[in-house]
Each structure stands twice: as structure tokens, then as C-alpha cells.
């Protein structure tokens, strides 16, 4: 085969996020053993802000430093005496007042970065801000406790680096149907003749053959589970309503995968935010209320935990250009029919004190989060994948 086709040939099987092929070894462990929750995290990307998604109506310092992009206390859909939600998450309000859904303020870490690709790092590999890791918080989940590779399914082309592990990677799925489609190329079988070369090792290019083959396998399983699960449910005719349309066929299907990562992109308002942030937090309400909906019908929203998070929040006071520049703590969703502390899990951070740049004080580290979720949701030993110990929360 000549360089120009098996470039082409590992391009395209690079699309598919494959893992060592040894992981097929544990196929035949039944299901039960990984048990039947299933957690799904959404990240709202670019930095959503937060002081605009759960306002502090009552707060005059909120509307002294935004003069023109806060929201009016007459459009807060009012949750308590002093915050209440942006207008366009009328669902998620709704799933408040029914004790489905826990906000977490006020969450952050230490030495916040302010930087979209390096704050997500931290944010998917669960790292200190000066911490560099080449594998993420689910990626090292699947290491320790995974069996397979969809155990971590993210609906998109391209696998995040939070999904990646030192000796299994999840896969990328947004459509299983051109995954699977893709699997079965006529440049990708050919490259797979050569798997038996006797030069190839797993220090050169056997590796590569030996990941294409666990790919293709498990872009087969994927294709064959999501095919024979249908939804009734209606969803909005956007891209994340489509995630998590898919990610519901899946769940339904009783496939076996642990954890499903979702994204909405856009949230980097930095100028004209009122119109851009409305618009995408009513995509994302919208598409959460369908999502909820399908899994109430199908009896799995019990089993199942929806994790809303992003990289970091906006600065208080706006900018020149009517909208907010990076900042660092802000809220996290948690949706779920089994939760113990529903409502707002703590209060909003003064702001008053604010670090010096501007922002508000995070008081909970975001991988208290991760900890309580590994613990006391997915079974798993949290120290071990976090690589320390963090403080347990009680909203699980």
C-alpha cells in the first residue's frame, strides 16, 4: 500500500477514536456487573455567564455593574428571595419546583484560568491549574472501572480530551449510523489486511491496526443498538437537541455505556450578549425538556444523572461592548430523579468580595463534583481517578 492511501486510510480511522484491542477481552462480562446508572455531561461551551443564567434579582451591585445587559427583576423567573432564572429556562424552573434539579454555585478552583482551551483542559482532565495530564477525569473512570470502550460514549465527530484514558479512550458517536458507515470503507478494510505483518509491533504501526479493529467492532455494536431503539418523542430541530435525541436512543437500547458527553457551543458573549445568550439558553432548556421527557417515558430517568457545567463563568461588570469578558466561578446544573439536597445547594458568592480581577470567589471546587458523582453515583473510587481526595457534597 503506498504512503498516499494509508495516510488517507489512518485519517479516517483517526475520525473514529479507537481503544487497545486487549479491551475486548472483557466482552463477555455481563451487563449487571456495571450496573445500571448513567451519567450524562453537558458542557456549555465558550463560558456561560452564569450571573445571567441565575440572577440575583434583588442584588443591586449585580445591576450597578451591568447596566445594560442585566436582566430586569421582572423577567427573573423567581426561585427564592434573591435568585431566580434567566427567562428562557422556563423548563428547567420547572424542573426545580418538581426537586429535580440542584444548582451548585459559586464553583470553580484555585488559580483560575482564564483561557477557553486551557480552562476546558481542566475542567475535562480534573487537574490543578498548573497541573498538565494527558488523560481525562472519564478516560482514567474507564481505565479503572471501565470493560469496554462505548462504557464513555460522546455525541460528536471528535473525542474530548476528558473521555481519554491511558489505556482506553471512549468513542465518538454523533450519528452511529455514518460511524458505522465509515467503518466499513473500502480504504478502511483494506487497511486492515496488513494487521498480520510480521514487522508490525505494538511500538510502530501494530498499534494502529490493533485500535482499527476494536473501532470497528464497536462502531458495529453502537449501529446495531441505536437501529433498533426508535423515541416517540418530539425534539427541537437543532444540533444539541439531536445529541440528546441519540443519546436517548442509546439509554434506551440498553447499550452498554456508562457515561454520554454532550456540548453547546457559543457561550463566549463578548459583545451584543443579551440576544446571542437568551437564544442558546433556550436551546439548551428546550432540548433538556424533550430529553426529559423521553427518559420519564422509557422509566430510565431514575437511572440517570444530567451534569450541566462550564469552563468558567464571565466577569461581573460588563464590557465596552455590551457583553462580559472571561471570568472564573460559576453555577453547575444537576438533574435527576434521586437527588438528596434539590433546590440551591449553597449560596451565591458575594459580590462585594470579588479576586482581583473581578470575578466572583469560587467556594466549591468542581471536582468535589466529580468525587461525589464517582462515589456515590457511579461506584467508583473517586481518589483514585481525581489522583487526591476531595470533599464529598450531598446533592446525590
Known amino acids: 500500500m503506498d504512503r498516499r492511501h494509508f495516510l488517507k486510510q489512518s485519517t479516517l480511522a483517526s475520525s473514529l477514536f479507537f481503544v487497545p484491542n486487549f479491551v475486548k477481552a472483557f466482552e463477555n462480562i455481563a451487563p449487571s456487573s456495571l450496573g445500571y446508572k448513567r451519567l450524562v455531561m453537558i458542557q456549555l461551551s465558550g463560558g456561560n455567564d452564569g450571573l445571567n443564567?441565575?440572577?440575583?434579582?434583588?442584588?443591586?451591585?449585580?445591576?450597578?455593574?451591568?447596566?445594560?445587559?442585566?436582566?430586569?427583576?421582572?423577567?427573573?423567573?423567581?426561585?427564592?428571595?434573591?435568585?431566580?432564572?434567566?427567562k428562557s429556562l422556563l423548563p428547567l424552573k420547572k424542573l426545580f419546583d418538581d426537586g429535580h434539579l440542584t444548582?451548585?454555585?459559586?464553583?470553580?478552583?484555585?488559580?483560575?484560568n482564564r483561557s477557553h482551551f486551557r480552562a476546558t483542559d481542566i475542567w475535562q482532565t480534573a487537574s490543578d491549574s498548573n497541573q498538565y495530564l494527558q488523560t481525562g477525569w472519564i478516560g482514567r473512570y474507564?481505565?479503572?472501572?471501565?470493560?469496554k470502550p462505548y462504557n464513555a460514549i460522546e455525541i460528536d465527530d471528535s473525542l474530548s480530551l476528558a473521555l481519554k484514558g491511558q489505556q482506553i479512550n471512549g468513542i465518538a458517536a454523533k450519528n452511529p449510523q455514518i460511524?458505522?458507515?465509515?467503518?466499513?470503507?473500502?480504504?478502511?478494510?483494506?487497511?486492515?489486511?496488513?494487521?498480520?505483518?510480521?514487522?508490525l509491533s505494538e511500538h510502530n504501526l501494530g498499534y494502529l491496526y490493533k485500535t482499527m479493529i476494536a473501532a470497528e467492532s464497536s462502531a458495529k455494536y453502537i449501529f446495531e443498538k441505536h437501529k433498533g431503539s426508535e423515541t416517540s418523542q418530539d425534539y427541537p430541530n437543532n444540533e444539541?437537541?439531536?445529541?440528546?435525541?441519540?443519546?436517548?436512543?442509546?439509554?434506551?437500547?440498553?447499550?452498554?455505556t456508562k457515561v454520554f458527553y454532550a456540548s453547546l457551543g457559543g457561550f463566549d458573549t463578548h459583545a451584543g450578549q443579551l440576544n446571542s445568550q437568551s437564544r442558546l439558553l433556550k436551546v439548551y432548556a428546550e432540548g433538556i425538556e424533550a430529553f426529559i421527557k423521553d427518559l420519564k417515558q422509557q422509566g430510565t430517568f431514575k437511572d440517570t444523572l444530567i451534569v450541566t457545567f462550564s469552563e468558567f463563568g464571565r466577569r461581573v461588570k460588563q464590557n465596552a461592548a455590551n457583553g462580559t469578558d472571561h471570568g472564573a466561578a460559576s453555577n453547575v446544573f444537576v438533574i435527576g430523579d434521586q437527588l438528596k439536597t434539590a433546590g440551591f445547594y449553597n449560596d451565591l458568592a458575594s459580590l462585594r468580595d470579588l479576586d482581583s480581577n473581578g470575578d466572583l470567589k469560587y467556594t466549591i471546587d468542581f471536582r468535589s463534583i466529580y468525587a461525589t458523582i464517582l462515589n456515590t453515583w457511579l461506584a467508583a473510587e473517586d481518589h483514585t481517578i481525581l489522583n487526591k481526595t476531595f470533599p464529598k457534597l450531598n446533592f446525590i
Open 103 to 112: 444548582i451548585i454555585n459559586n464553583v470553580g478552583y484555585p488559580n483560575p
Open 53 to 86: 443564567t441565575i440572577i440575583p434579582f434583588n442584588n443591586d451591585i449585580y445591576y450597578r455593574n451591568r447596566p445594560s445587559i442585566s436582566i430586569s427583576k421582572n423577567d427573573v423567573l423567581k426561585a427564592s428571595d434573591e435568585l431566580g432564572f434567566h
Open 142 to 147: 474507564l481505565d479503572h472501572f471501565g470493560t
Open 240 to 256: 444539541f437537541a439531536k445529541q440528546l435525541r441519540t443519546t436517548s436512543r442509546l439509554i434506551k437500547s440498553g447499550i452498554e
Open 179 to 199: 460511524l458505522y458507515r465509515t467503518s466499513q470503507d473500502p480504504y478502511f478494510k483494506n487497511v486492515l489486511k496488513y494487521y498480520e505483518d510480521e514487522h
